[in-house]
T-cell receptor, first 109, second 120 residues
Framework: DIVMTQSPATLSVSPGERVTLSCRASQSVRNYLAWYQQKPGQAPKLLLYGVTTRATGVPARFSGSGSGTDFTLSISSLQSEDFAVYYC???????????FGGGTKVDVK | QVSLVESGGGVVRPGRSLRLSCSASGFSLTSYGMHWVRQAPGLGPEWVAVMSFDGSVKYYADSVLGRFAISRDISRSTVFLQMNNLRRDDTALYYCAKSLWGFQPPFDSWGQGTQVIVTS
């Protein structure tokens, strides 16, 4: 299986700051990369797919970049509702064997 | 509006069985792949199983292959996960999730999850 590694594990930031989260794949996943946001007690919520496409209703402050093995999720100006855990997911393999990263927790500095 | 509601979780001894249910509304199971994903405390999600939109294709994670089975009842718009020979490392919150399109991820809708605890 493709291993997804996210860094850092925890990121302490202040509201209004720009945030950059990293995700690395153990082999190329082409552009089959998604990002999810998970708040305590809730299911993950799809933010981005195909590296850069925002899911329905996701604010424009969320953006993605990268290709192959290295990817980035950026939040241009962190809002209070953005404090959460973020997971990357690759879905490049067939048969389907999608894998998730271990997550990056964004908390208040 | 899409809604997924899981049920059937509980506390069970190793080696026993459970059947989870996922009741879907707001869309047709015959149009989208449906997945089960689990998440142990403090860890990232782990994909478990998928059924294609026509029900003809099913795939499983290696960790559950031969023990778990995904199925559905179209008339009840419900997807099931039969879990046999449960192990302690199957302990997790189990979610059902809908493919954004077709068969593959990403998952654009998730249920609230049902807790499975395997303990002696």
């Amino acid at each position: 299986d493709i291993v997804m590694t996210q860094s850092p594990a925890t990121l302490s930031v202040s509201p209004g700051e720009r945030v950059t989260l990293s995700c690395r794949a153990s082999q190329s996943v082409r552009n089959y990369l998604a990002w999810y946001q998970q708040k305590p007690g809730q299911a993950p919520k799809l933010l981005l797919y195909g590296v850069t496409t925002r899911a329905t209703g996701v604010p424009a402050r969320f953006s993605g970049s990268g290709s192959g093995t290295d990817f980035t999720l950026s939040i241009s100006s962190l809002q209070s509702e953005d404090f959460a855990v973020y997971y990357c997911q690759q879905y490049s393999t067939w048969p389907p064997r999608t894998t998730f990263g271990g997550g990056t927790k964004v908390d208040v500095k | 509006q899409v809604s997924l509601v899981e049920s059937g979780g509980g506390v069970v001894r190793p080696g026993r069985s459970l059947r989870l249910s996922c009741s879907a509304s707001g869309f047709s199971l015959t149009s989208y792949g449906m997945h089960w994903v689990r998440q142990a405390p403090g860890l990232g999600p782990e994909w478990v199983a998928v059924m294609s939109f026509d029900g003809s294709v099913k795939y499983y994670a290696d960790s559950v292959l031969g023990r778990f089975a995904i199925s559905r009842d179209i008339s009840r718009s419900t997807v099931f996960l039969q879990m046999n020979n449960l192990r302690r490392d199957d302990t997790a919150l189990y979610y059902c999730a809908k493919s954004l399109w077709g068969f593959q991820p990403p998952f654009d809708s998730w249920g609230q999850g049902t807790q499975v605890i395997v303990t002696s």
